[in-house]
Each structure stands twice: as C-alpha cells, then as structure tokens.
C-alpha cells in the first residue's frame, strides 16, 4: 500500500551539527531568567562531539553516551578566592550523547538542551533539583 506523508519533510533532513546545536543552546541560554544567568558570571557555552578522554577517566565513564553536559569553573562558594590565569566557566554540551537521548526519550530537543544547560549551571552554583525544576519551568 502506497501512503504520502505530509506531515513534515523528514525525507531531507539531517540531525543538528555542531554549529546547530551551539545556536540553540545559546538561544536557550539567552532565554533563561536574568537571575539564573546572572549566577554565570561569564561563561562559555561550546559543543563537543564527545567527551575526551581524560574526561571519561576523570569521571569513571563507561561510555561518551553517559554524559550530556559538562560544567567546568568555580561556582559561589569559590569565586572569593580566584585563581591567577583562570579563564571563565565553561559549558560543553556533548551532541552525540544529546542526539543519542532525544532519539531515546518523548522530549523535543530544545528542552533537553535547556535542562543540560540548567542542570550543569545549577549544581555548580548551589541550586536544589526543586530550584531547577522551577526555572525549568519558567522557560518552557
């Protein structure tokens, strides 16, 4: 049986790149409550196909799919006493694990990057899991 679909044009699409991914997680960022944004001070928001490999031994992985999201700098509690060189917090969002999740759960993209992004910032800057939920929230 012969059946058209015309409900959307998956036939020609292919899943984010890196350059992709990185506009919507900066979008996400940009559209999170000034107060949660404020907490970042300045941060870097990049892309990664993967973890590195110090990465996946530093955090005991078994596989890159185990990780979304990385948050990298100092959070509240050690902003009083910065370090000499120190560059700004970082947040690396791992696609392939990202792309990985969404083909996996019922969730859009755009809210897995917004919780990737509110999780790896929260825990950092002493945010409860009922906090995050909360702006999560708030943003969607």
């Known amino acids: 049986?012969?059946?058209?679909?015309?409900?959307?044009?998956?036939?020609?699409?292919?899943?984010?790149?890196?350059?992709?991914?990185?506009?919507?997680?900066?979008?996400?960022?940009?559209?999170?409550?000034?107060?949660f944004r404020e907490l970042t001070g300045e941060i870097v928001i990049q892309l990664a196909e993967f973890p590195t490999d110090e990465i996946m031994d530093d955090l005991s992985l078994e596989t890159p799919f185990d990780l979304l999201g990385l948050f990298e700098g100092r959070g509240i509690a050690e902003r009083w006493n910065p370090a000499t060189g120190e560059g700004p917090n970082r947040v690396t969002l791992y696609r392939r694990a990202i792309l990985d999740y969404w083909a996996e759960n019922e969730e859009t993209l755009g809210d897995i990057v917004n919780h990737v992004l509110i999780h790896e910032i929260g825990h950092h800057f002493g945010l409860s899991d009922d906090d995050m939920e909360r702006i999560e929230a708030d943003v969607a």
């Open 1 to 35: 049986m012969a059946r058209i679909d015309n409900s959307r044009a998956w036939r020609d699409l292919h899943s984010p790149s890196l350059e992709e991914l990185e506009v919507l997680a900066l979008d996400a960022y940009a559209h999170l409550p000034a107060a």
